[in-house]
């Protein structure tokens, strides 16, 4: 499974950006699918996940609110709905999957896209 993420940049508080991980080599419908976030000197976080054969998401508590994840089967594409950004939201996102179920847990991932930055000026 290769993994593409796409859709980071420059974005002003409190507009919205999307990013998009597109995925090829094999279907996921038998997939977890994480986001995860990567801010300078920080671990990396789980954002959220969507289990790619029912649709079924999970966030971290703090982002759900405004974050919102969803899939494209035809497209092969898991997509994060980023709103109401903050600088606090600055930071490398990476998408992520996993041959199993939900987890929160980084390490627990089997496939990795390169990450795209996203920076909010305030």
């Known amino acids: 499974v290769q993994l593409q993420a796409s859709g980071g940049g420059l974005v002003q508080a409190g507009g919205p950006l999307r990013l998009s991980c597109a995925a090829s080599?094999?279907?996921?419908?038998?997939?977890?699918m994480g986001w995860f976030r990567q801010a300078p000197g920080k671990e990396r976080e789980f954002v959220g996940g969507i289990n790619w054969s029912g649709g079924t998401t999970y966030y971290q508590d703090s982002l759900k609110e405004r974050f919102t994840i969803s899939r494209d089967s035809a497209k092969n594409t898991v997509y994060l709905q980023m709103n109401s950004l903050k600088p606090e939201d600055t930071a490398v996102y990476y998408c992520?999957?996993?041959?199993?179920?939900?987890?929160?847990?980084?390490?627990?991932?089997?496939?990795w896209g390169q990450g795209t930055l996203v920076t909010v000026s305030s």
């Open positions: 080599g094999r279907t996921l419908f038998s997939y977890y």
């Open positions: 992520a999957a996993r041959r199993s179920g939900y987890s929160s847990h980084y390490f627990q991932y089997d496939y």
